[in-house]
Each structure stands twice: as structure tokens, then as C-alpha cells.
């Protein structure tokens, strides 16, 4: 068999399942912006302000049910800077790669609330507590592969676009705490995440 042939046969091998898929699945981009705190810090509020993108395909199941996967670059954290009460300066810079998988119902056609898990994946980070840069001599290390809990509200303005708003709260810790303590379900720091994005289908 000649070489053109097998490149015609091994394009209808990589597009066919493609095609396929496309028959049961829709598709697109989202963008959007994240406000994050850590809990178990010494630090309060969803100060650290991030940017999150990525794509996502779906599929509806009912009238009503839709499942949805999601591949995103999200940034989270935390920040603390310095007050009237205090001289504090602290920022928490952490960059994931995650995976949501979520379940919608639809409601009234325009309204969707959702629930899913999110594995996440950190690919960046750093820690400074003063303004110079200095990093915390006492600071764990991150744990590579976590986890999020999401629950979120969404409303579809126009056939293609749809707004969304969601928790998002880690099921593991993403690092123990400095001083190594654990009580109960208190097992180290936490992301605890607000992200407002815009989902645009592509495929249809």
C-alpha cells in the first residue's frame, strides 16, 4: 500500500470519530474572571482578582438535563494588602489547569443551574509576603492534583451566548497547613472561588 493511501486512510481514521461525535455534542470557548480566597490562611476576603479561559463541549440528555466538560486555564489565590489597623502586605498567586464536569437542568429554556466536580491541576504559583517579594520560610508545598466542588447559575441571553456565575470550593486540600495541625474536616487550606464567565457555542 502506497503512501498516500495510508495518509487518506489514516485522515478518515482521525476525522470520522470527529464527525461523529459532532452529531450528539455541541461546543465552544468561555472566558471570564475569578475572585478567590484560600481558607485556613491568616488572610480574609475575595481580594485576588484572575482571568480563566478555556473550551467545552455538551450534550443534552432531556428536555431538561444537559451534561457539560469544560478544559480551563484558571488563576487563583488570595491578597492582603496593607490598611489603616495594619502594615500587611501578602499575595498568593496560583495558576490551575482544571477539568469541571457538570450537570445541568434547564429551566424555562433560558435559566440553567448546575453541580459538578472540578480536578485541577497547578502549573504555577507563587507566595510573597511583603511588598519586596519575600516568600514565606515556613510556606508548604502545593499538592500538585486537587479537587472543586461547583455549584452555579447560569441564563442564556441569545441562542449562542450564555452568562454564568458559580462556586466553586476544594473537596481536598491544595496544601497542609504550616504548622502541619488537622482537626476534623480541617485539613489544611483551601481555594474558595467566584468566577463570572461567557460561554459562546461554536458548534450547533
Given at each position: ?139 508548604p508545598p502545593f499538592h500538585k492534583l486537587t479537587m ?57
Amino acid at each position: 500500500m502506497n503512501t498516500k493511501k495510508l495518509r487518506y486512510i489514516f485522515l478518515f481514521a482521525v476525522l470520522f470519530p470527529a464527525i461523529s461525535l459532532s452529531q450528539y455534542f455541541d461546543g465552544g470557548v468561555v472566558a471570564g474572571l475569578s475572585a478567590s480566597q484560600v481558607d485556613g490562611d491568616r488572610y480574609w476576603g475575595f481580594n485576588k482578582l484572575g482571568l480563566l479561559g478555556g473550551g467545552y463541549i455538551k450534550r443534552m440528555f432531556t428536555y431538561t438535563i444537559e451534561g457539560q466538560l469544560e478544559l480551563r486555564y484558571i488563576m487563583k489565590g488570595a491578597y492582603e494588602t496593607e490598611n489603616i489597623d495594619d502594615a500587611i502586605y501578602y499575595k498568593l498567586v496560583l495558576h490551575y489547569v482544571d477539568i469541571p464536569l457538570t450537570v445541568h437542568y434547564i429551566y424555562k429554556k433560558n435559566f440553567l443551574f448546575e453541580a459538578g466536580l472540578a480536578p485541577e491541576f497547578i502549573v504555577y504559583h507563587r507566595e510573597e509576603e511583603d511588598e519586596y517579594g519575600a516568600s514565606p520560610v515556613d510556606a508548604p508545598p502545593f499538592h500538585k492534583l486537587t479537587m472543586s466542588a461547583i455549584g452555579g447559575i447560569g441564563y442564556k441571553f441569545l441562542e449562542k451566548i450564555t452568562v454564568n456565575i458559580r462556586y466553586n470550593y476544594s473537596v481536598f486540600p491544595i496544601r497542609n497547613h504550616p504548622s502541619g495541625q488537622t482537626y476534623l474536616l480541617n485539613r489544611g487550606q483551601y481555594n474558595n472561588v467566584l468566577t463570572f464567565a461567557v460561554y459562546y457555542q461554536i458548534s450547533k
